[in-house]
């Protein structure tokens, strides 16, 4: 029996996506290890960037000096 994990082809690269987004790694990153351009991932996957508004809001603070 296959892992709940897997019910489509797709579900554990889509997990990993989401990870890695997450994780902070720059989206032309992840897009390079999927074979996407920046523009689809960022079109299937921005929806899954959870947080780090905080720390969002501190880099833009720090930019603007």
Do not use: Q
Request: charged letters at 20%.
């Amino acid at each position: 029996m296959a892992s709940p994990l897997v019910r489509r082809p797709y579900d554990l690269r889509h997990a990993a996506a989401s990870l890695w987004l997450n994780a902070g790694v720059p989206p032309t990153e992840v897009a390079r290890r999927l074979g996407h351009g920046v523009a689809v991932l960022l079109r299937v996957y921005a929806n899954c960037i959870d947080g780090g508004d905080d720390t969002m809001n501190d880099k833009i603070g720090d930019a603007l000096g």
